[in-house]
């Protein structure tokens, strides 16, 4: 099926109210967007000098905000919403200001809403540890992880989920593959304990307990990097 797909822009002025204008105009802030606002962000610089363009960002990717994370104090999302600057926070650890040029309105994002964050991925971490039976979830979506820079191929969607079943850790593993997940389809299997989603990241961050499965690699390699520190200590 071709598809065409259509560039469509926020139309609003995005001026900066009076109060957030004073609050960031001395500091280096890193502005940041998603695509239908990103064309704004000239007009924001404009308004803060000392500010550096990081570019857009999506709800599973904040690589643009965490190349500047060093250079600046703090960043402010344009555009509407909480998922995609909560990204953007989770990445960088700075404080992230959002600002809706529709309805004229900015707040700053919480940090318990960050903090909350962690703990939920911590969590489902602790149980992915402790299942036996353990259920993969993998895409056929065209565009999505690997794909977005890679053509689709099936070895490039299985990629994760062989690397987890080679761990050979004892674990019974069950390859789902899906086109469209919803949480409660997967209500239909339940001998299994736990899940780990190879999709979306963001997908872990809806109101299903699943771990993915990069966060399952990144924290055995950190392991795995604290052992060999401490055995060169000694």
Request: proline share 3%; aromatic share 8%; charged share 30%.
């Amino acid at each position: 099926m071709k598809t065409h797909f259509v560039h469509a822009k926020i139309t609003a002025d995005c001026k900066l109210p009076e109060d957030l204008l004073k609050l960031l105009v001395d500091k280096p802030v890193g502005l940041v967007s998603n695509i239908q606002h990103l064309h704004m962000l000239k007009q924001v610089k404009e308004q803060l000098p000392k500010s550096l363009i990081a570019g857009q960002v999506l709800g599973c990717r904040a690589d643009s905000a965490a190349r500047l994370k060093d250079k600046v104090d703090c960043f402010l999302y344009v555009g509407t919403g909480r998922f995609h600057p909560i990204k953007v926070g989770i990445e960088t650890g700075k404080p992230v200001y959002c600002f809706d040029p529709c309805a004229e309105n900015w707040f700053l994002l919480e940090q318990k809403t960050i903090d909350d964050h962690h703990m939920r991925r911590m969590g489902a971490l602790n149980k992915f540890y402790h299942a036996e039976n353990v259920g993969i979830l993998i895409t056929t979506k065209v565009g999505q992880n690997d794909n977005k820079i890679n053509r689709f191929n099936v070895n490039n969607k299985m990629k994760a989920a062989q690397k987890l079943i080679e761990r050979n850790d004892g674990k019974k593993y069950y390859i789902f593959a899906f086109d469209t997940l919803r949480g409660n389809d997967l209500e239909d299997f339940p001998f299994i304990d736990t899940w780990v989603n190879t999709a979306c990241s963001r997908i872990a961050d809806e109101k299903i307990t699943m771990v993915n499965s990069d966060e399952i690699f990144s924290h055995e390699a950190n392991d795995k990097k604290d052992a060999a520190l401490e055995i060169k200590r000694k």
